[in-house]
């Protein structure tokens, strides 16, 4: 059974940073895309970045360019997403997703495995 348990949510101010960190539970890691998504109050589940399995290529929305790195460190399980100059408009619920073999990207039907999130909350 996959597990994606995700970590590293919490409060902070407009301008701060957060590093989330989402642990697999997958022998093959190394082998599953993996991706970010957000989903704010009444708003629709949004893709964020991913990284791909083969060549470790990143995507992001460009909401997140050059303020969110994706990265993964495949010997520990784990992918982590550096978010810095954090803005009122990111706060959601961020989720972490596993794509097997795929390049995964934005498209949320891509994804086969999905944590159940942790809540990012910026005060202005």
């Known amino acids: 059974q996959v597990q994606l348990v995700e970590s590293g949510g919490g409060l902070v101010q407009a301008g701060g940073s957060l590093r989330l960190s989402c642990a697999a539970s997958?022998?093959?890691?190394?082998?599953?895309?993996m991706g970010w998504f957000r989903q704010a109050p009444g708003q629709e589940r949004e893709f964020v970045a991913a990284?791909?399995?083969?060549?470790?290529?990143?995507v992001y929305a460009d909401s997140v360019k050059g303020r969110f790195t994706i990265s993964r460190d495949n010997a520990k399980n784990t992918v982590y997403l550096q978010m810095n100059s954090l803005e009122p408009e990111d706060m959601a619920v961020y989720y972490c997703?596993?794509?097997?073999?795929?390049?995964?990207?934005?498209?949320?039907?891509?994804?086969?495995?999905w944590g159940q999130g942790t809540q990012v909350t910026v005060s202005s």
């Open positions: 990284i791909s399995w083969r060549s470790g290529t990143t």
């Open positions: 997703a596993a794509s097997l073999g795929r390049s995964g990207g934005a498209d949320q039907r891509n994804y086969d495995y």
């Open positions: 997958i022998r093959t890691f190394s082998m599953y895309t």
